[in-house]
């Protein structure tokens, strides 16, 4: 199915990009809306999840959009609460998976080609690995104008052996040129994705960084302050120290535990510690977590997923990443839009989102001393938590707020039909 951009692309912002390239074929245009099919690898709870939530919510009315993706995994929460909230109703692929499945893989780029061919999207924007592999695949065999994909982190380093990345690595690079445009969430990946890890040329890729909802988390603090901290059982005395995510190697909880371990037992201040998120290396964290408890009495506490973060947040008093890799950590941003000191591995974006020894300490990665050094001094420092918190909201409001997310994506979506039509 081969499209052709002049009788798709009918909207007033992008007549007026036509009629600089083109004035008689754009004067006379009927109005019709762009349309535009937007996977996601699962409905899990995480960046990718609000990204493609807010760019399917809160794009112009000059925009129409279809959003599709796969369920979480097993030992994964699902996220469709965060759709509901801003009425979204998306489409459940259930053979999209995140784990390669040829007999699931070769299903679910069956379903997405059907609905393209259904739909006629003149955009096809796929949101994270799987997602970018199939949907790009078959956005290409469909012959859809503009394929575009976002990079919301990457696989090649500290997943998988030397083999497997290079084999990632190959198919991430036939996939980008089958793309009009790769979309990176900080400068820092873009760097990685064509300087270190070359996929594709640095002309190719956009930084278009994420953008939430982020009001919510300066609402009614000190209420929900003392609402979280009365659920906890967090005396107003102790420090509240929490980290963010799925339990998975990548994001390192032992280092995270192996410091908690040097923090409790050097320092006077009572803290109590949170480790939110599900995933496979539950089993292995809570047995860690159960000898540190027995050693200094129950000071660290695995809660699972919790859905209201804006409630949960307001009640802690730092937040903690220690990730080998990162795309840009959620948990970083939504901490400084509570208030909140954060001090995390310097790892994927994050020196893109923190400001370094303003709102939070940046790490670098595997300083086990420096990183014990910089939380203990954290946790004892009441004036300096306080200047770090008084500096993180003005910081990130509107740098990563959905509509600065809105308003690139709609400025790159435009830029590049008109550019696909100019050819």
């Known amino acids: 199915m081969i499209y052709n951009f002049l009788n798709i692309v009918r909207i007033k912002n992008t007549k007026k990009i036509l ?126 104008p503009v394929i575009i994909h976002t990079f919301h982190g990457h696989v090649f380093h500290s997943y998988f052996g030397k083999l497997k990345t290079a084999i990632f690595k190959s198919i991430e690079r036939r996939l980008a040129r089958k793309s009009s445009k790769i979309i990176a969430i900080s400068k820092t990946q873009k760097e990685e994705l064509t300087s270190v890890h070359k996929i594709c040329k640095k002309e190719k890729v956009e930084v278009v960084q994420l953008g939430f909802d982020l009001e919510q988390f300066q609402e009614n603090l000190v209420n929900k302050r003392a609402e979280t901290r009365q659920k906890f059982n967090v005396d107003q005395n102790e420090v509240a120290i929490a980290i963010i995510g799925r339990l998975a190697p990548i994001k390192n909880h032992t280092f995270f535990l192996r410091v908690i371990d040097n923090l409790l037992s050097s320092t006077n201040q009572k803290v109590k510690v949170f480790i939110v998120g599900d995933g496979a290396e539950r089993t292995a964290i809570e047995k860690e977590v159960t000898l540190l408890n027995k050693k200094y009495g129950h000071s660290i506490l695995l809660t699972s997923w919790i859905k209201d973060i804006t409630t949960f947040n307001a009640g802690m008093d730092i937040i903690c990443l220690t990730s080998k890799n990162e795309g840009t950590p959620v948990s970083l941003i939504e901490a400084q839009a509570t208030n909140l000191p954060v001090i995390s591995t310097d790892v994927g974006g994050v020196k893109d989102i923190v400001l370094e020894n303003k709102t939070g300490f940046v790490i670098k990665n595997g300083d086990y001393e420096t990183y014990c050094n910089k939380l203990r001094l954290l946790v004892e420092d009441k004036a300096l938590r306080l200047s770090f918190s008084k500096a ?21 979506y435009l830029k590049t039909l008109a550019n696909d039509k100019n050819k």
């Not at 109703?89 to 998976?97: G, M, N």
């Not at 909201?393 to 959905?402: A, G, T």
């Open 19 to 144: 009629l600089a390239l083109n004035p008689l074929s754009a004067l006379n245009m009927p109005e019709k809306k762009i349309k535009i099919l937007r996977i996601i690898n699962r409905f899990n709870i995480g960046g990718p999840t609000y990204n493609a939530t807010f760019l399917t919510r809160f794009l112009s009315d000059d925009f129409e959009t279809l959003l599709i993706g796969g369920g979480p995994e097993k030992d994964e929460k699902d996220s469709l609460h965060i759709l509901d909230k801003y009425k979204i109703k998306p489409k459940i692929i259930s053979s999209l998976q995140r784990k390669p499945r040829l007999l699931s893989d070769r299903k679910a780029y069956k379903e997405i080609k059907a609905i393209i061919q259904d739909y006629k999207p003149d955009i096809v924007h796929t949101h994270a690995a799987k997602a970018g592999a199939l949907g790009r695949k078959a956005a290409h065999a469909c012959g859809v």
């Open 392 to 412: 993180g909201y003005s910081y990130v409001k509107d740098k990563f707020h959905y509509t600065t997310l809105v308003k690139n994506m709609e400025t790159l």
